[in-house]
């Protein structure tokens, strides 16, 4: 059964930095097979694509909120994913999940996903 899990929120001020990161482990199959986003969900709103990237690191999408600000990266060696978050703002509060899927192409869509960690919270303040 494969799992994820994150790391690396906390509580930070406006225009500060963040660095998450995702392990996926308990996996028969090479962690370069894994398609892997992270989406986020705010108090009371639906859960939110982020970032994506595809198995080779090469090819990566960002939602408009985010994109120039937050770089997702992944090292196939250490089977980690993670998502670089510059310049925060309040209303990038949210808990954060890191998701992946066992094809290694581009994915954006939520319901492609088979597999997502627990959540870390990240809180912005002004």
């Known amino acids: 059964q494969v799992q994820l899990v994150e790391s690396g929120g906390g509580s930070v001020q406006s225009g500060g930095s963040l660095r998450l990161s995702c392990v996926l482990s308990a996996s028969g199959r090479p962690f370069s097979n894994y398609a892997m986003g992270w989406f986020r969900q705010a108090p009371g709103k639906e859960r939110k694509f982020v970032a994506a990237?595809?198995?080779?690191?090469?090819?990566?999408h960002y939602s408009d909120s985010v994109r120039g600000r937050f770089t997702i990266s992944r090292d196939n060696a250490k089977n980690t994913v993670y998502l670089q978050m510059n310049g925060l703002e309040p209303e990038d509060t949210a808990v954060y999940y890191c998701?992946?899927?066992?094809?290694?192409?581009?994915?954006?869509?939520?319901?492609?996903?088979?597999?997502w960690g627990q959540g870390t919270q990240v809180t912005v303040s002004s």
């Open positions: 990237i595809n198995w080779s690191g090469k090819s990566s």
């Open positions: 998701a992946a899927a066992d094809r290694p192409v581009l994915i954006v869509a939520r319901g492609e996903y088979e597999y």
